[in-house]
């Protein structure tokens, strides 16, 4: 029997830095009464409670969810009233400015510097740092129109993979950017998650909606994690409802 239930955020719960809808809320309560729960995603603490935290109806069982900021880099748990964060592992100085360095020119070289902004693009989130295309608080729908196909971003991440060498360049939403230390991905925060909860990675069940070569949710995939690929928020409502109705006394 699995331990822990773990989502990918953006695509799986909810639209590219939208807040989780009602449905979405009641059905992640009602998993919480019965399992643990764990959501990753590439967002700092702000956007995880205002995404989730947010959104939860009062009878969810706090105590039981792990919220895994920034690829896994940082972990929040609900303890004594108040959440808290457990661990950061944030970059030094240098490792910051080597990669907004990089950041700044990689993105005015594959001339992605201008047009309309919601937002700054380079965000620093402390473990991550991340660029998204139109800014940080764009909305959908110009979004899901600015780079459909990836060519934008797989430009800007083949530009700074040689430049910015100890350190992992992914693509992320639909805009964005992730650049961490080397080797952090979705399986290392599953991992780290791991070794904080005293869990095994055959406790847990991973749900993603980019469980393919390239993705990142694939990490987890090809650690060995069993995974349910989902298509978007509406599949994922009813795998969750059918995890509760088999874990549920």
């Known amino acids: 029997m699995k331990r822990l239930i773990a989502f990918d955020l953006d695509g799986t ?3 590219s830095k939208q807040a989780i809808d009602t ?11 019965v399992v643990s729960v764990s959501i990753i995603s590439g967002g700092d603490w702000p956007q995880f409670d205002k995404q989730v935290v947010a959104r939860l109806p009062a009878d969810t069982d706090l105590t039981r969810l792990y919220l895994q900021p920034t690829t896994g880099t940082k972990l929040y748990r609900f303890e004594s009233g108040a959440w808290k964060c457990l661990y950061a592992e944030n970059f030094s100085e240098e490792e910051r400015k080597r990669i907004t360095d990089a ?42 129109a600015w780079d459909p ?6 430009r800007l991440q083949a530009a700074l993979v040689p430049v910015l060498p100890g350190f992992s360049v992914k693509i992320g939403g639909s ?11 979705k399986a290392y925060g599953m991992r780290r998650l791991c070794k904080a909860a ?26 060995g994690i069993d995974t349910i690929a989902v298509r978007d928020i509406h599949e994922s409502k009813r ?11």
Not at 175 to 185: A, K, N, Q
């Open 13 to 15: 719960l909810a639209e």
């Open 23 to 33: 449905e979405m809320g009641k059905l992640l309560a009602g998993l919480s009464r």
């Open 103 to 144: 950041l700044d020119k990689a993105v005015a070289d594959e001339g992605l510097a201008g047009g309309k902004s919601w937002g700054e693009k380079i965000e620093d989130r402390g473990s991550q740092i991340t660029f998204s295309g139109l800014g940080q608080q764009a909305p959908l729908d110009a979004k899901q």
């Open 149 to 154: 196909d990836r060519a934008k971003r797989e």
């Open 175 to 185: 805009t964005s950017i992730d650049i961490t230390r080397e080797g952090t991905d």
């Open 198 to 223: 005293s869990l095994s990675p055959h406790d847990i069940l991973f749900l993603g909606d980019a469980i393919y070569p390239g993705g990142n949710d694939y990490p987890v995939h090809a650690a």
């Open 239 to 249: 795998v969750i409802e059918a995890i509760i109705a088999c874990l549920a006394p």
